[in-house]
Structures are given as structure tokens and as C-alpha cells.
């Protein structure tokens, strides 16, 4: 009845644990979530602009 598609979840948690492999040994979890919210931008994500 309501065609729900969990891919897109699916394909950020997939960057999570790829990102777990890659930082195994870091000590500091507040990079570790920001190299998260980073990933989490879209791609055509433009820094905003300064005077």
C-alpha cells in the first residue's frame, strides 16, 4: 500500500561502519562524529559565502 524504501538508511549506516574500519585506533570520538556529520552533507553542498 505504502512503498517505503529503507535504502537510503541502509547506505548511510554502511558509511558508519566502513568509517569504524578506517578510524579503528582513534582516541578522539569528536572527530570520529564529525568525520560523520561531514559524510552526511549532500554532495552538492556549498560552503557558504563570506564578505
Do not use: A, C, Q, W
Not at 554502511?14 to 552526511?40: A, E, P, Q
Amino acid at each position: 500500500m505504502y512503498p517505503i524504501n529503507t535504502g537510503k538508511f541502509e547506505g548511510f549506516n554502511n558509511k558508519i561502519k566502513v568509517l569504524k574500519r578506517i578510524g579503528y585506533g582513534y582516541r578522539n570520538m569528536d572527530y570520529f562524529f564529525t568525520l560523520i556529520r561531514f559524510l552526511s552533507l549532500p554532495k552538492n553542498y556549498s560552503s557558504p559565502k563570506f564578505p
